[in-house]
């Protein structure tokens, strides 16, 4: 089994930044893909950026700019840095794991489904 803990939300005014962080635990060694999404209520969840475990990431086009996905040379934790929020960034940011190997990332951002396993998320409030 696998636990995701999300952590590092919070509340920020337009223009600030945070950084999120999941706390990887249990068979991590399996873990092939690891990412980050966010939900705000009433609309699907949101593919931000994606890492493999040999270390290629991809980004949603919209994300490129402002969020950058990492991890610690362990792989126990990935990270999310946001910079220069704003109001529509405010929804619910969760992490994701999964231990099939993926050649191509990019479709694993619109498709939540593909990920096994799930933190219960973080929350991120961004005022104007």
């Known amino acids: 089994q696998v636990q995701l803990v999300e952590s590092g939300g919070g509340s920020v005014q337009a223009g600030g930044s945070l950084r999120l962080s999941c706390l990887v635990s249990?068979?991590?060694?399996?873990?092939?893909?690891m990412a980050w999404f966010r939900q705000v209520p009433g609309k699907q969840r949101e593919g931000i950026a994606v890492i493999r475990s040999d270390g290629i990431f991809s980004y949603a086009d919209s994300m490129r700019e402002r969020f950058a996905i990492s991890q610690d040379n362990a792989k126990t934790t990935l990270y999310l840095q946001m910079a220069d929020l704003k109001p529509e960034d405010t929804a619910m940011y969760y992490c994701?794991?999964?231990?099939?190997?993926?050649?191509?990332?990019?479709?694993?951002?619109?498709?939540?489904?593909?990920?096994?396993?799930w933190g219960q998320g973080t929350q991120v409030t961004v005022s104007s």
């Open positions: 249990g068979s991590t060694d399996n873990l092939k893909v």
């Open positions: 994701a794991a999964d231990p099939s190997w993926w050649a191509s990332l990019r479709p694993l951002l619109v498709n939540p489904a593909s990920f096994t396993y």
